[in-house]
């Protein structure tokens, strides 16, 4: 305790947050929360929906990233002072405070400066996520709605929106698929790492022998389409289907066959979206994200690399990123990274954050080999 130098600890501190605060570009993200927060005080804002949700939830996103970043200014100023007043009373107590103190912001400052490393095309894009059950049966297809709970409660740990799109039952219990988009700043770079097939080892509940069971899931990521985005779709080439949202055990979700499945003939996409009453908004909804997966498409192809945004996921042997195993013991481990947590309770409610970072810089240390 004694032997630290706190003096030299946070001007450390301090140079690291200037350092980040270049890279985010704080004074262009104010000025962005300042023209968000007119557009919010316009009084015709909700005359439509869907742009009044993404401006607010923009605006929310912001606003948060901004009181994050100077939070820790303002937590690494107090330590000084409160180190400083400890040294000169010589309060032992004081000081202890101030190593915990000290090595929490330090956590802090590190989780932040990850964001920097997100600096990819389209790292600062929202994101729209796709889960598949894949090979595994039942125990899969609840593994599959596992994950979007787990995703989704990530999301909510930090606030950030999340708008469900489609969500396929399975029969007995689970889902076959889902497909949701988180709304926040650089989701997709942060999220991206989670692509992959994902490996579930458990007791099965679902077999009467109490057998253990290996399942298995996909987890695709594509950045959110903007309007300066250039990709065309020709109506000619999309199929539209319209069907009644189906709810677990088959139950009716809407009153109205308002559903819309689109499938891109060319490529083979299918999208649906269910959310909205009106089949007409649903169809909207959909052809943001068929747009979505065509533009990751047609990236992938010009870089001839077909897993930088959307990867060939298989879902089965052979093919995992992370092992999620709760029998004979219990780990999380990411197959990647190395990185691992002897909590799957936690993980599965959201205790995402260090597996996302240690994917972040492992893919940065990838890129720097590649090129």
């Known amino acids: 305790m004694a032997g630290i130098d706190y003096d030299a600890e946070i001007k450390t501190l301090q140079a690291?947050?200037?350092t980040i605060g270049s890279v985010l570009n704080i004074d262009r993200m104010r000025g962005e929360i300042a023209d968000l927060s007119e557009q919010v005080a316009a009084p015709d804002l909700w005359d439509d929906v869907d742009s009044a949700t993404r401006i607010t939830g923009r605006l929310s996103a912001l606003q948060g990233e901004?009181?994050?970043?100077t939070g820790l200014e303002s937590r690494i100023e107090d330590l000084g002072l409160m180190v400083e007043m400890a040294q000169e009373e010589g309060d032992a107590d004081s000081l202890a405070d101030s190593e915990r103190e000290l090595n929490r912001i330090k956590k802090s400052v590190e989780s932040l400066e990850i964001r920097t490393l997100l600096?990819?095309?389209?790292?600062e894009?929202?994101?729209?996520?796709?889960?598949?059950?894949?090979?595994?049966?039942?125990?899969?297809a609840d593994f599959a709605?596992?994950?979007?709970?787990?995703?989704?409660?990530?999301a909510e740990q930090h606030k950030y929106?999340?708008?469900?799109?489609?969500?396929?039952y399975a029969e007995e219990a689970g889902i076959k698929s889902a497909e949701f988009a988180i709304h926040a700043p650089y989701a997709y770079g942060t999220l991206s790492v989670e692509a992959g097939t994902?490996?579930?080892?458990?007791i099965s509940p679902f077999d009467n022998q109490g057998r253990r069971q290996t399942s298995f899931a996909a987890v695709e990521v594509v950045p959110m389409?903007?309007?300066t985005d250039e990709i065309e779709v020709d109506e000619n080439e999309i199929r539209t289907d319209v069907f009644r949202s189906g709810g677990p055990g088959g139950q009716s979700v809407n009153t109205t066959d308002s559903a819309v499945r689109l499938t891109h003939i060319p490529t083979g996409i299918v999208v649906s979206c269910q959310n909205e009453k009106s089949q007409l908004q649903n169809k909207a909804s959909a052809m943001v994200v068929l747009k979505a997966k065509l533009l990751a498409r047609k990236k992938a192809e010009e870089a001839a690399l077909k897993k930088d945004l959307k990867g060939d996921v298989q879902a089965s042997w052979g093919d995992q990123m992370r092992n999620y195993v709760l029998n004979p013991y219990q780990v999380v481990k990411d197959l990647r990274t190395g990185h691992e947590s002897g909590n799957p309770s936690a993980v599965f409610d959201g205790d995402l954050d260090d597996f996302m970072e240690a994917g972040i810089r492992w893919r940065r240390g990838a890129d720097k080999v590649d090129a």
């Open 161 to 168: 929106g999340v708008e469900v799109y489609e969500v396929s």
């Open 125 to 140: 894009r929202e994101a729209i996520v796709t889960i598949r059950s894949g090979a595994g049966g039942v125990d899969a």
């Open 119 to 123: 600096a990819g095309e389209y790292d």
């Open 225 to 227: 389409l903007e309007q």
């Open 16 to 18: 690291t947050m200037s």
């Open 145 to 154: 709605e596992m994950l979007m709970r787990m995703y989704t409660r990530w």
């Open 66 to 69: 901004l009181e994050r970043y």
């Open 198 to 202: 994902h490996r579930l080892v458990r």
